[in-house]
């Protein structure tokens, strides 16, 4: 089967089962998922399955990919904070869909390889940075959307405090990242309002708090 035609059956599939948003749908129609996964993963490319990438970690599932979009309740020319860029997939829909996207990640050499891969999809709304995203990005703080793509046992409280007070959303996984009920978690701030709903069980890598070149060297 050509790759064509592997990416018409996985849209057609993420539909099915519920990523019905046309504009989410669109931005992961238009983003080539083979020039995110490692080499040796190319014909899985357009699997719906979740695909092991350097440093122990990996690219997620499309199916969690477009589900966590859609959650954002994206609109027009917003800035959006992802935590954890890994392969930058996440990231380069998201760059499709707001303003400003800013993704932070605590392998640098992880990052750099998806800044390479934006630079080559002519991305350029995009902002990275090599670091703790447990901290946000305070000097950019608030942001109207932030995305969390690895799982944290509790809801970052210094992510939170950086969420728009307007209507902000903030999508994260929780729980405990060795057992295998994580929960997805819509958080939605109105004022000095939250509001938290559970959305669906997944399975992400931990966050983990620290910068990687600090810590391992
Ligand atoms: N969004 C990514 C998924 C990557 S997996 C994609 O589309 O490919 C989760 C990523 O979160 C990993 O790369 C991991 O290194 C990173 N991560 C874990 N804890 C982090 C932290 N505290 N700050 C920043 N990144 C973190």
Known sequence: ????????????????????????LSAMERTPRENFVEESFLDQAWANRALPISCGQTISQPLVVGLMTQALELVDRQRVLEIGTGSGYQAAILSRLCRRLYTIERHSDLLAVAESRFTAMSLHNITTQAGD?????????????????AAAPVVPQDLVAQLSDDGGIMVLPVGDASSPDQMVVRVTKTGTQLNSEQLFPVRFVPLVEGAADEIEG
């Open 133 to 149: 995203g447990w901290k946000g990005w305070p000097r950019q703080a608030p942001f109207d959307r932030i995305l969390v793509t």
């Open 1 to 24: 089967m050509s790759q064509d035609s592997r990416r018409i059956r996985l849209i057609m599939d993420l539909r099915n089962s519920g990523v019905t948003e046309t504009a989410v």
